[in-house]
């Protein structure tokens, strides 16, 4: 049986940010594997996005062996983001 994944401590504000921007925030952090912790679309447009926490020491913010491979074999939108700012950029 998989553990369930690893929260961001800043998860919570990034959600409620693009949520008050307008976008649909589909939470995906449980699913492991390297998928992505975020679904999001607004206006048509649809991403993913990968959390990172600016507390962590930059070692603990590189992507995983796993995330990395996700992320080579992803053919849609995908982004590695550390604060709201940075997730509300996205949104364009």
């Not at 990034?14 to 492991?32: K, N, P, Q, T």
């Not at 390297?34 to 600016?54: I, N, W, Y």
């Not at 995330?67 to 364009?92: D, K, N, Q, S």
Request: glycine share 8%.
């Amino acid at each position: 049986m998989r553990r369930a994944g690893r929260i961001d401590g800043n998860q919570t504000l990034i959600v409620r940010a693009l949520r008050e921007a307008g976008a649909s925030v589909l939470i995906l952090s449980d699913m492991g594997h390297g998928v992505p912790d975020l679904l999001v679309a607004k206006a048509q447009r649809t991403f993913l996005l990968e959390l990172k926490d600016s507390a962590q020491k930059p070692s603990a913010r590189r992507l995983t062996d796993d995330e990395r491979c996700f992320h080579a074999l992803w053919r849609g939108e995908i982004y590695v983001v550390e604060t709201p700012e940075e997730a509300l950029a996205r949104l364009g």
